[in-house]
């Protein structure tokens, strides 16, 4: 009896490696990494800053005077966060249309100039319906922002490298929080300045800067993997080729039907989905109402922006733990798994602890950040195909939006200050994503041992093609990263 054997293209036969498959990466390869890294991660890095600042503008506000200058309630409040991801999800279809289609430089660097007026303009709102339509359009604009980014770092980092840079991307974000409370401490104390309130400032001075940053994205941004702004030698661009292979990310712009039908019926999708819909109902709910819990506490307006400077740090810490850990073990779903604990942690703190400065432990422990780092590491390193894996981002991204719009809501006013049903909300869905995870490791593994099999069995055969846009399933020498 003949079987019939099944072709396929390796993604590393041009790779060095040792026994145990890890890359041993040439000096002429860390020159690359490093030329990638000065060249591109800059402009990423203060991208990835203004859009948190940007959106975070609301949460100091409501300890520099917009109650009482808009007339809006503790519930409109809430809406006010919540219908930033409105905006950020109504951007999410034509955007997975724009990455594929256009220079992402040239998008991104027009939507911050649109952005930036956006911001500063909500300055001008007098009442609710005002600035809800403003933090929608903010919302609108910032949304482009993250699934550009990821796509950009699967294209240019192979997949061992990608968890320490979206690492990177978090830890940005909390850094904007150390670094944004100590200017939103410096615009407090600008109240009533040239008559303006101090909320008004904030929207302005991070308008302006996010206006003027649109400049050197739409000239400098690498956007592809042989961009000349890395100016590669020959030899750099034969390495290129090579690590192309590894991310699985070929680019192009035709966008292919069968990729999508494959990823809607694939389980892991819908766990993907909902565990990044989970983790940002308490991202939505904290980063929203962060200000006012700590002013809850019985501290000063002013005191409660500086206070979110060790939150920013405490973020920062969970987020290089998990990081290093991931890396050093060579592991994403027991650390994603063992991530969501802290969470847990902060949401039962704040149930349980006195109301006073001692919660403050509870806010701390409630980042979901370093979780939903390793949620888009492994969509990055586990998901081929161009097509799919804009798909496979774009429904993170949604369910991103679903949760951050439906968390800030879920802090009603007449359970303030404990929020007892959002906390006790927060913690089961953390739980719930511990379930997911494992599920996609399990499912993940039993697929590699399949492949193996195949391969050990010679149903496999190697080629040395053409860099080919396939995906995950299609190539069957591709091993998922558990």
Not at 96 to 112: E, W
Not at 217 to 244: G, M, Q
Request: glycine fraction near 8%; proline fraction near 3%; hydrophobic fraction near 45%.
């Amino acid at each position: 009896m003949t079987t019939e054997k099944i072709e396929s293209w390796s993604s590393l036969e041009n790779d060095t490696s040792n026994n145990n498959g890890k890359f041993l990466t040439s000096p002429a390869e860390k020159k690359l990494v490093r030329k990638i890294n000065y060249t591109f991660m800059p402009l990423v890095i203060l991208i990835l800053f203004v859009q948190f600042v940007d959106k975070s503008t609301l949460t100091i506000s409501a300890l520099f005077g917009i109650y009482e200058d808009t007339g809006i309630t503790h519930d409109e409040f809430g809406w006010l966060g919540s219908i930033f991801y409105m905006g950020y999800l109504a951007i999410q279809i034509p955007n997975q249309y724009f990455l594929q289609r256009v220079s992402i430089s040239k998008y991104l660097g027009i939507i911050l100039l649109v952005w930036g007026v956006t911001l500063a303009c909500t300055a001008l709102g007098n009442n609710f319906s005002q600035l809800a339509a403003m933090r929608f359009l903010l919302g609108f604009f910032e949304g482009c922002t993250y699934p550009a980014i990821f796509l950009l770092i699967s294209t240019h980092y192979r997949k061992s490298e990608q968890v320490v840079w979206f690492g990177t991307m978090f830890a940005t974000n909390a850094a904007s929080i150390i670094i944004g409370s100590l200017m939103g401490y410096g615009v407090g104390n600008m109240d009533g300045h040239l008559g303006i309130r101090a909320w008004k400032w904030s929207m302005i001075i991070f308008g302006i800067i996010t206006f003027f940053l649109g400049i050197p994205f739409f000239l400098f941004l690498a956007d592809k993997p042989k961009s000349r702004w890395f100016r590669l030698t020959e030899e750099e661009e034969k390495i290129v080729e090579t690590r192309t292979r590894d991310n699985a990310v070929v680019q192009n712009h035709d966008i292919k039907r069968s990729h999508i039908i494959e990823a809607l019926k694939e389980p892991r999708l819908y766990c993907f989905f909902f565990i990044s819909l989970f983790l940002n109902l308490q991202n939505g709910a904290i980063t929203t109402f962060a200000s006012q819990i700590i002013a809850s506490m019985g501290f000063s307006p002013l005191t409660s922006v500086l206070l979110n400077l060790p939150y920013g740090a405490a973020i920062m810490l969970l987020v290089g733990i998990f990081t290093y850990l991931s890396h050093k073990l060579n592991d994403i779903g027991y650390v994603a798994m063992a991530s969501c604990v802290p969470p847990i942690f902060g949401a039962i703190l704040l149930l349980v602890i006195p109301i006073g400065p001692v919660q403050l432990l509870g806010l701390y422990l409630s980042s979901t950040s370093p979780t939903y780092i390793l949620l888009q590491t492994y969509i990055s390193n586990n998901v081929g195909g161009y097509t799919k894996k804009i798909f496979y981002t774009s429904a993170n991204i949604v369910a991103f939006c679903l949760g951050n719009f439906v968390g800030p809501l879920m802090m009603v006013s007449i359970q303030a200050p404990r929020y007892i049903g959002a906390q006790i909300g927060f913690a089961v869905a953390d739980f719930l994503c511990i379930l997911m995870f494992f599920y996609v490791r399990w499912s993940s593994a039993r697929e590699n041992k399949r492949r193996q099999k195949l391969k050990d069995e010679g149903m496999i055969t190697r080629q040395d093609k053409e860099l080919q846009d396939k995906t995950d399933k299609e190539d069957l020498t591709f091993m998922y990263r558990l």
